[in-house]
């Protein structure tokens, strides 16, 4: 099992960007994925992107395509979600996960999440 812990939430101006850390420890499989999720308040959690572990490939969610973009350092075991451009609908906690699927990841388990604020 795979332990996250996320971190570097906070609140931003519309417009602005913040750089989001995703901290794995465990066993990380050479076939997983290391993904980002959301849930706003109110709103069912919704997959925002994920990055190959091996290979580094990424798919991302269409409302976030051209304005996040994700990485890993695998030497630091750490998942990063770059995100620009923000818009007060990216308000939501953000949560970190590993698995070999999306469907895999969207059942967690999940870490403790990092509020992001974005205010007009």
């Known amino acids: 099992q795979v332990h996250v812990v996320e971190s570097g939430g906070g609140l931003v101006q519309a417009g602005g960007s913040l750089r989001l850390s995703c901290a794995a420890s465990?066993?990380?499989?050479?076939?997983?994925?290391m993904g980002w999720f959301r849930q706003a308040p109110g709103k069912e959690r919704e997959f925002v992107g994920s990055?190959?572990?091996?290979?580094?490939?990424?798919y991302y969610a269409d409302f976030v395509k051209g304005r996040f973009t994700i990485s890993r350092d695998k030497a630091k075991t750490t998942v990063y979600l770059q995100m620009n451009s923000l818009k007060l609908e990216d308000t939501a906690v953000y949560y970190c996960?590993?698995?070999?699927?999306?469907?895999?990841?969207?059942?967690?388990?999940w870490g403790q999440g990092t509020q992001v604020t974005v205010s007009s």
């Open positions: 996960a590993a698995g070999s699927t999306i469907g895999t990841m969207s059942r967690g388990p």
């Open positions: 465990g066993r990380i499989f050479s076939n997983y994925l």
């Open positions: 990055i190959s572990w091996i290979g580094g490939s990424t």
